[in-house]
């Protein structure tokens, strides 16, 4: 960007209603407040055509150089501690939807987007559809209407004597929805507490949003009685049991249980306890005689993936909101921390319920219980073959300290698993093939389009005639 543009933006009169949408007095404040100097904004895909100009805008505000984070390394949705420790960065402020996974580096102020909605619609709907008063419900909402839920709480909360309205565990620019005291119950970035002598099951859940990854993410993972979205200024009652997402996932499972390589894919570095979740299951899959390997590749895709055609299957360590685990287009199965355990722990029982959040499985999450190895034989549901005999119950031992190597084929390899794949498959890619080829003198290499070359002998052909 040349000064001069950047001049014209400078003095170019923002819009209200702009200004109110990425709200840059509270931004300034926050900053303000926190002494900070080095400030990252992270903006969504959609919302990077304006970037550049609320940056401007918000260092005439502090008088501070900002820096603008532009491809995420994980997710969008995901706060980018990576990309702003690159330039050194002392906070972030985040712009657009955000699964509120919680960091472990950086001070992050979130800037939630605004949808509008009829309240007074919904208060009609929700009256009807909740005539119980009474009625133990739990109110959650997706981030987009949290400016709305102040209005709301001051209608429903005299009416409705159980309702419990969730807060986020964020500090953002509504401050009404955000935690004040800790909460006994945190999950998702929600947090709730429940009347004394109650459990969770007791209660109805309603979600003011869509039928999206964030209320598939807390409608599988809070076990209450029932659960209720609001799409369309409609009421809708959630059914678990009869979604194919769930009878897919339980496919895959059982390819899991079939795996002997696994992949452990580490798509986010920034989320609390990434690294425990990790250790965990390593250590599951190493008692299981599973051959584990770890990997970093940043954003995920299929092609990336298939690029270890040795694994066959991969755990993923992301976001619950992360978009992969909907995806067909992947080669190999593409499975989470829970769906480990539930094929390997024979303490936790197979339901309807999923925990999307991995943390939720450690020691200190919601939804922890003791490991303990399923030994027991079974048939294969896959395949039709016996698993867990005797002859692959020998105790794990562990070879990734160790090189194996092929001389002959001048392969390396780290354990075992990894380099028979190498030894077996055709193609091993660029050889040496030192003493096996006749020497000769170096020649022009193909130029041209790939589709096309020169020296082609079909081109060549062509040429002639």
Request: charged fraction near 25%.
């Amino acid at each position: 960007m040349t000064p001069e543009v950047s001049k014209k933006i400078i003095n170019h009169k923002m819009d209200d209603s702009v200004e109110n949408l990425y709200e840059l007095e509270k931004c300034s404040k926050w900053i303000d407040e926190c002494n900070l100097n080095k400030v990252c904004l992270q903006f969504p895909d959609d919302l990077l055509p304006d970037s550049v100009e609320i940056a401007l805008h918000l260092e005439r505000r502090i008088n501070k150089k900002v820096y603008i984070l532009g491809d995420t390394t994980c997710g969008s949705c995901c706060v980018d501690e990576i990309a702003a420790e690159h330039i050194n960065g002392d906070s972030i402020i985040h712009f657009g939807h955000t699964c509120l996974s919680p960091s472990i580096r950086l001070p992050v102020f979130h800037v939630l987007p605004k949808k509008e909605i009829d309240i007074v619609e919904l208060i009609n709907k929700f009256k009807s559809n909740f005539e119980n008063k009474s009625e133990k419900i739990l109110f959650f909402y997706d981030v987009a209407y949290a400016h709305k839920i102040e209005s709301i709480h001051q209608i429903l909360s005299p009416i409705y004597e159980n309702l419990i309205f969730t807060s986020l565990n964020c500090t953002c620019n509504v401050e009404f929805v955000q935690t004040k005291n800790s909460s006994p119950i945190s999950i998702l970035g929600r947090s709730f507490k429940l009347e004394e002598e109650c459990k969770i099951e007791d209660y109805i859940a309603f979600f003011l949003g869509s039928d999206g990854k964030t209320f598939a993410a807390l409608a599988l993972t809070i076990p209450v009685k029932n659960w209720y979205y609001y799409e369309n200024n409609t009421i809708i009652e959630y059914e678990a049991l009869n979604t194919p997402w769930l009878k897919r996932r339980r496919f895959l499972v059982e390819k899991l249980k079939d795996a002997k390589v696994v992949g452990i894919v580490v798509a986010t570095l920034g989320i609390k306890d990434y690294l425990k979740v990790i250790t965990m299951m390593k250590d599951i899959l190493k008692q299981k005689n599973k051959k584990s390997y770890i990997l970093s590749i940043g954003k995920i895709n299929p092609v990336k993936l298939a690029n270890f055609p040795e694994i066959d299957a991969f755990v993923v360590i992301t976001c619950p909101e992360n978009e992969v685990f909907d995806s067909r287009e992947f080669l190999k199965p593409i499975l989470m921390p829970y769906e480990v355990e539930l094929a390997f722990n024979s303490s936790r029982e197979s339901y309807t319920q999923y925990c999307m959040d991995f943390r939720q499985i450690l020691p200190t999450g919601m939804n922890y219980v003791d490991f303990k190895a399923s030994t027991n034989s079974d048939i294969s549901l896959i395949t039709g073959e016996l698993r867990n005999c005797d002859s692959e119950n020998k105790p794990c031992t562990d070879k990734m300290n160790a090189l194996a190597i092929n001389n002959t084929a001048g392969i390396v390899a780290i354990g075992k698993a990894g380099a028979e794949y190498l030894y077996n498959r055709s193609w091993k890619g660029v050889e040496q093939r030192l003493g096996k080829d006749a020497v000769h003198s170096a020649e022009v290499g193909r130029c041209g389009l790939p589709s096309s070359y020169e020296n082609e002998p079909i081109s060549v052909e062509k040429d002639k005639k």
